[in-house]
C-alpha cells in the first residue's frame, strides 16, 4: 500500500487544487479587518476600559465568560470583550499561518513576512494587555498604531501566496507611487491614532498641529493616488483597477473624514484658529457620530491594505521583480542589421 506524502512534499501544500497559504492568508485577513472594526468602535465609544483586569474578564477566563453576561451586559462590555475575543482567534489564525506557510514551498520573502505576522500579533496582544493593566493612553496609541501594520503584513502575505501576483508589468513611478501611498497611508492612521486617544488635558498647540499634520497628510495621500493612476499602464489592468478603487476610496475617505470632524466638534469657522480647544466628541458617540467616525477609521484601514496590494502588483513590493522606467523599446536601426549576401 503507498504511504500518503508527507506535507512537506506537497507543492505550496496544494491539495485538490487548494493554495493553502493563500487561502489562510485570506481568512486571517478578514478575521483582522473585523477586529479592527471592534477596536475602532472601542476607541470611539471609550470602552477600553470596561473590563478592568486582564488576560481574565472579571475574573473569568476569556473564553468561559458567561455568554448572556457579554450579550446582554451593557454596550461598552460588549465591544471590549469581543475585541478581546476577536483578538484571540486572529492570533491563533497568525500561529496557523505561519506553520502552513512554513511547511510549503513558500518564498523567503513569504516566510519572513509570516514569522513577522506571528511577531506583531503577539505584540499586539501584549500592548492590548498593557492598556488595560496600566490605564495608560501612550500605551492605547502604541496599540493604534501596530495594528494596520500587522493588517498591511497580512494582506501583503495573501497577495505574495496569491497566483496572479506575479503577472504585471513593473514600472518605476508606478512602484514608487504606490509605495508612497502605503507610508502616506499608514501615517495617516497613526496621526488619526493620535487625535482618537487626546484626552481634554491636551495642550491646544499640540491638538493644533496634530490637525495640521492629518490634512496636510490627507493632501498627500490624494495627490499620491492620483499619481497612481496617472502611472499606472492599460496594458496592465490589475494595477489600472487597483489604482483608480484606491482613487475613489481616497476620495470617500476625505469626504467622512469631514464628517467626522463636524460629528465630533462641530463646524470649524476657520483655519486652526487660536480658539480651537480639543473637548470629547461627545456626538461622534451616537448611532450617526459612532457610525461615521467608526468608518472613517476602517475606510483608512482599506486604503493602506488596497496600497499594500497595488505596491506588490507595481513591482514596488515584489521580491521577484524589479520596476524600470517607463521607457520606449529602442527600434533597431537598418544599420543594426546589414544585409545577407546571397552566395552564387
Request: with cysteine; net charge positive.
Amino acid at each position: 500500500m503507498p504511504s500518503m506524502p508527507s506535507m512537506t512534499n506537497l507543492p505550496n501544500l496544494s491539495v485538490r487544487g487548494i493554495n493553502w497559504p493563500h487561502l489562510t492568508a485570506c481568512m486571517l485577513v478578514a478575521a483582522t479587518a473585523v477586529l479592527l472594526c471592534f477596536g475602532a468602535l472601542v476607541t470611539t465609544f471609550d470602552a477600553a476600559m470596561a473590563v478592568p483586569d486582564w488576560p481574565a474578564t472579571y475574573g473569568h477566563n476569556m473564553f468561559l465568560f458567561p455568554l448572556a453576561d457579554w450579550l446582554n451586559g451593557p454596550w461598552d462590555l460588549f465591544l471590549e470583550h469581543g475585541h478581546r475575543l476577536l483578538g484571540a482567534i486572529v492570533g491563533i489564525m497568525s500561529l496557523a499561518l505561519g506553520a502552513v506557510v512554513w511547511q510549503s514551498k513558500s518564498s523567503t520573502a513569504v516566510r519572513a513576512l509570516a514569522a513577522a505576522a506571528v511577531l506583531l500579533v503577539i505584540v499586539q496582544g501584549m500592548l492590548g494587555g498593557a492598556r488595560v493593566l496600566l490605564d495608560d493612553k501612550t500605551v492605547a496609541k502604541v496599540h493604534a498604531c501596530t495594528g494596520p501594520l500587522f493588517f498591511a503584513v497580512a494582506v501583503a502575505i495573501a497577495t505574495l501566496t496569491g497566483r496572479q501576483t506575479h503577472r504585471s508589468i513593473p514600472s518605476l513611478p508606478a512602484a514608487r507611487s504606490a509605495m508612497g501611498l502605503v507610508i502616506g497611508s499608514y501615517m495617516q492612521l497613526v496621526a488619526g491614532a493620535q487625535l482618537r486617544h487626546l484626552d481634554a488635558a491636551v495642550e491646544p498647540a499640540t491638538f493644533h498641529w496634530l490637525v495640521a499634520f492629518h490634512l496636510i497628510g490627507a493632501a498627500v495621500v490624494a495627490g499620491l493616488a492620483t499619481g497612481a493612476v496617472f502611472y499606472s499602464r492599460p496594458e496592465n489592468p490589475p494595477t489600472r483597477r487597483w489604482s483608480l478603487g484606491i482613487l475613489l476610496l481616497v476620495g470617500c475617505q476625505v469626504a467622512l473624514g469631514c464628517a467626522a470632524w463636524v460629528v465630533s466638534w462641530g463646524l470649524p469657522s476657520g483655519w486652526l484658529p487660536a480658539s480651537w480647544t480639543f473637548s470629547e466628541p461627545i456626538l461622534a458617540r451616537s448611532l450617526w457620530g459612532a457610525t461615521v467616525v467608526t468608518g472613517h477609521v476602517v475606510l483608512g484601514m482599506l486604503i493602506l491594505g488596497a496600497s499594500v496590494v497595488l505596491a506588490i502588483q507595481s513591482g514596488g513590493l515584489s521580491p521577484t521583480s524589479t520596476p524600470r522606467p517607463l521607457t520606449r523599446p529602442a527600434v533597431p536601426r537598418p544599420s543594426d542589421h546589414p544585409p545577407k549576401r546571397a552566395f552564387a
